[in-house]
């Protein structure tokens, strides 16, 4: 069973800080490929994105108010992955491991938290230059934010300790 653990940990290690990377990669493929990848979604939410209003600085500017949530996830993710290499190491309830644990219960938080907002500025950024009467504001939260809250709690527990 420890050797079992171990080998699932030591590959959640290299696992965790490369799909950060694959995350914040694929983050900046999609505002890169904006027409064709997230206008689409953008729309879908009662965004009207005109692109022939969209500047270079409200694409720049939305990009980046948008993915700080998954900035959060990422440094998160990163996070876990030396809660695992500790594990994998032999060490299991320590001060680093639970300093970890709490580091992580925050970004995770935080992300949530960063969402809510960051959703309204994008809507925002993005239809600025719309002529009046077609500028969106989207306001509201789903249930991976709520989701990001309980899961910090739980994190919460045992790191606080």
């Known amino acids: 069973?420890?050797?079992?653990?171990?080998?699932?940990?030591?590959?959640?290690?290299?696992?965790?800080?490369?799909?950060?990377?694959?995350?914040?990669?694929?983050?900046?493929w999609l505002w890169a490929e904006f027409e064709q990848q997230?206008?689409?979604?953008?729309?879908?939410?009662?965004?009207?994105?005109?692109?022939?209003?969209?500047?270079?600085?409200q694409h720049a500017a939305a990009a980046i108010v948008a993915t700080t949530p998954l900035l959060f996830v990422c440094m998160g993710l990163y996070r876990a992955g030396k809660v695992f290499?500790?594990?994998?190491?032999?060490?299991?309830?320590?001060?680093?491991?639970?300093?970890?644990?709490?580091?992580?219960?925050?970004?995770?938080?935080?992300?949530?938290?960063?969402?809510i907002p960051a959703d309204a500025l994008t809507s925002?950024?993005?239809?600025?230059?719309?002529?009046?009467g077609d500028r969106s504001l989207r306001l509201g939260f789903s249930s991976a934010e709520l989701v990001g809250i309980v899961a910090a709690g739980f994190l919460w527990a045992p790191g606080s300790t």
Request: charged share 15%; aromatic share 4%.
């Open 38 to 57: 997230l206008l689409p979604y953008y729309r879908a939410q009662g965004i009207r994105v005109m692109i022939e209003h969209l500047t270079a600085w």
């Open 85 to 115: 290499r500790l594990v994998a190491d032999g060490e299991r309830i320590v001060v680093g491991v639970v300093r970890h644990l709490a580091g992580i219960a925050s970004l995770i938080l935080y992300a949530a938290l960063a969402k």
């Open 124 to 132: 925002i950024l993005l239809t600025v230059n719309n002529p009046v």
């Open 1 to 28: 069973m420890e050797k079992k653990l171990v080998t699932r940990c030591r590959v959640l290690a290299v696992v965790a800080p490369a799909t950060a990377m694959l995350l914040l990669c694929r983050a900046l």
